[in-house]
């Protein structure tokens, strides 16, 4: 499998994951340009936007931090 089609596999579970956060729960908004995501336990993420969305999860920072992807708590936000 090349690494294109992984990625867009990555991709597309991401993205099945984020309906599943917004099928759960609602972000709460604590500021203007912050919100928290929460999924299917108590831990919570904070999601930013300051000119570019930011995340503090795992994924967001080891697989997608500035290679232009989103983990699924940005894209449940998005």
């Known amino acids: 499998m090349q690494i294109k089609e992984r990625m867009q596999g990555f991709s597309e ?3 099945e994951r984020a309906k599943e ?3 759960n729960s609602e ?5 203007e340009n ?3 995501k929460s999924q299917n336990s108590n831990r919570k993420y ?3 936007y300051n000119d570019t969305f930011s995340c503090d999860c795992l994924d967001f920072q080891e ?3 500035g290679s232009g ?3 699924k ?3 449940a936000i998005i």
Do not use: M, N, S, W
């Open 13 to 15: 579970a991401r993205k």
């Open 21 to 23: 956060i917004l099928q």
């Open 27 to 31: 972000p709460e908004i604590i500021d």
């Open 34 to 36: 912050t919100f928290v």
């Open 46 to 48: 904070r999601v930013t």
């Open 63 to 65: 697989r997608c931090k």
């Open 69 to 71: 992807r989103f983990c």
């Open 73 to 75: 708590h940005i894209q």
